[in-house]
């Protein structure tokens, strides 16, 4: 067993409303300089930026997990993590074709750089990726279990786009076994809102959009890593969310 600590919430600058400077690799910089032992990069509604990502963390010894922070369409963040490119990816595309025709207005929102694990810039996304897809929460959810992904309704305290907030409670009938806090969240405040929250996993993450937001050594989980590879520790993430 091993102590890692995580930040499994990130953007890059990819996501419009990332800075530039959270490049695949210099989250993976930063995330070494942190402290962390596992990062996950988490854009809106796209899956283009992790395979840099994934080989960013190789270089700097990150165990990276590749996921996305999908926008369903009642306008709900589900935050949603892979074991490994294959799956994440697919479920990237199908995520595309849900995305709405809408042209980004960088002037406005952000750029939208894809990058590669040198941080050249590949091409500039034009449909904007903040809207909210056609996937319903149910179908999302659906969608990446399918693929071996885990996912759990993101920063569930917050209003804007909090699955509570929403949807005015937690939907017990999806079969959730964890969720996130933001980090200025207070779980005992939540579990006495909402008592079915008290045999879930919760997770707190940054959700950073700057380099500066990216956590330090402050949340952890304890995981089984013999024989040690990165594969198995990030396997053993997703089973400990699966409440398994």
């Given at each position: 067993m091993g102590k890692?600590?995580?930040?499994?919430?990130?953007?890059?600058?990819?996501?419009?409303?990332g800075d530039d400077d959270m490049t695949p690799a210099n989250i993976a910089g930063m995330a070494?300089?942190?402290?962390?032992?596992?990062?996950?990069?988490?854009?809106?509604?796209?899956?283009?930026?992790?395979?840099?990502?994934?080989?960013?963390c190789k270089a700097q010894g990150i165990i990276p997990v590749p996921g996305v922070e999908?926008?369903?369409?009642?306008?709900?963040?589900?935050?949603?993590?892979?074991?490994?490119?294959?799956?994440?990816?697919?479920?990237?595309?199908?995520?595309?074709?849900?995305?709405?025709?809408?042209?980004?207005?960088?002037?406005?929102?952000?750029?939208?750089?894809?990058?590669?694990?040198?941080?050249?810039?590949?091409?500039?996304?034009?449909?904007?990726?903040?809207?909210?897809?056609?996937?319903?929460?149910?179908?999302?959810?659906?969608?990446?279990?399918?693929?071996?992904?885990?996912?759990?309704?993101?920063?569930?305290d917050r209003e804007a786009n909090g699955v509570i907030s929403v949807l005015g409670t937690f939907p017990e009938n999806l079969g959730y076994t964890c969720y996130e806090l933001s980090s200025t969240g207070n779980r005992q405040e939540m579990e006495a809102a909402h008592p079915h929250l008290k045999g879930l996993r919760c997770i707190t993450d940054s959700d950073a959009h700057y380099l500066w937001n990216i956590s330090g050594p402050e949340n952890c989980m304890e995981l089984a890593d013999?024989?040690?590879?990165?594969?198995?520790v990030r396997a053993n993430l997703l089973a400990a969310l699966e409440g398994k």
């Open positions: 890692y600590y995580y930040d499994l919430h990130i953007h890059s600058c990819l996501s419009p409303c070494a300089v942190a402290g962390l032992q596992i990062a996950a990069l988490t854009d809106h509604n796209t899956t283009e930026n992790c395979p840099a990502f994934w080989q960013a999908l926008t369903t369409s009642e306008e709900i963040h589900l935050l949603c993590l892979f074991p490994d490119l294959d799956p994440v990816m697919e479920f990237g595309a199908k995520i595309a074709a849900a995305r709405l025709p809408v042209k980004n207005r960088p002037d406005i929102f952000g750029r939208q750089l894809v990058m590669d694990h040198t941080d050249k810039v590949i091409r500039e996304e034009e449909i904007l990726l903040i809207n909210a897809t056609s996937l319903s929460l149910e179908e999302g959810t659906e969608l990446c279990r399918s693929l071996g992904g885990v996912c759990m309704p993101a920063h569930i013999e024989p040690y590879s990165s594969a198995l």
